[in-house]
């Protein structure tokens, strides 16, 4: 099997294979801790680098592991990556680590990660795995991030609040607010107004998949009948 390129790998991970529109993994933390950008950019930072540690480490042992042993061995590499992941939160972002809570050990058995690990980064070179991770991991968190922004919008009424939970004291003043007076549409901050939201997201890239299918067909049409006259 031929190594893709670099800008297959890049689009497979933020649009056309994206892990949360497209494979459907990794919809457990998506759907939980999307309540607003801080709690999804934190989630999404660590979930970003869990991919790219293991995606390297996977791709660095790939020869050197026997298929008995594989599987095993890519989940103690997540783990350790998580365990790492985890320390660092709690030395640097203590209070974002109690929200996230249990939702950031978990990213051990997250689909997306031990997926990319078996299906790219075990056949593939390191350069190639990394830039994988890189992208999976992108593609998921601007998924998280976006569904973060938008049910924090309609739950309270502004976006980017408690940023200094992640961030330190400089993010302190980044709320903006829209609506002073808004009241907040409770559904959205909720389970199933993060089922609902991520279901219109899902909704909107097949849309515009379609139209791209439809604008390159017509394209083809119009220049193949040229080619006829």
Not at 61 to 74: G, Q
Not at 161 to 189: E, H, K, R, S
Request: aromatic residues 6%; glycine residues 8%; hydrophobic residues 55%.
């Amino acid at each position: 099997m031929s190594t893709p390129t670099y800008g297959q790998i890049t689009h497979n991970g933020l649009w056309k294979n994206n892990p949360a529109l497209v494979q459907l993994l990794g919809l457990c933390p998506l759907l939980a801790v999307t309540a607003s950008v801080v709690n999804a950019l934190g989630l999404a930072i660590a979930t970003l680098f869990v991919l790219v540690t293991s995606n390297l480490c996977v791709s660095l042992i790939r020869n050197v592991v026997t298929e008995s042993i594989r599987l095993p061995a890519f989940v103690l590499i997540i783990a350790a990556a998580v365990t790492g992941t985890e320390l660092l939160m709690q030395a640097y972002a203590y209070d974002l680590y109690q929200i996230l809570g249990i939702f950031l050990p978990l990213i051990t058995t997250n689909c997306v990660i031990l997926g990319r690990a078996d299906a790219f980064a075990a056949k593939n070179p390191l350069l190639p795995a990394v830039a994988d991770g890189v992208m999976m991991g992108l593609g998921f968190g601007l998924v998280l991030v976006v569904l973060g922004a938008v049910r924090e919008l309609l739950g309270t009424g502004a976006v980017l609040a408690n940023m200094d939970l992640l961030l330190g004291p400089m993010a302190q003043d980044w709320t903006l607010v829209v609506a002073a007076d808004y009241t907040g549409l409770l559904l959205a901050i909720l389970p199933p107004g993060a089922f609902i939201i991520t279901g219109l997201m899902i909704a909107a890239k097949n849309r515009i998949d379609t139209q791209i299918a439809q604008a390159n067909q017509t394209g083809l049409d119009i220049q193949t009948g040229s080619k006829r006259v």
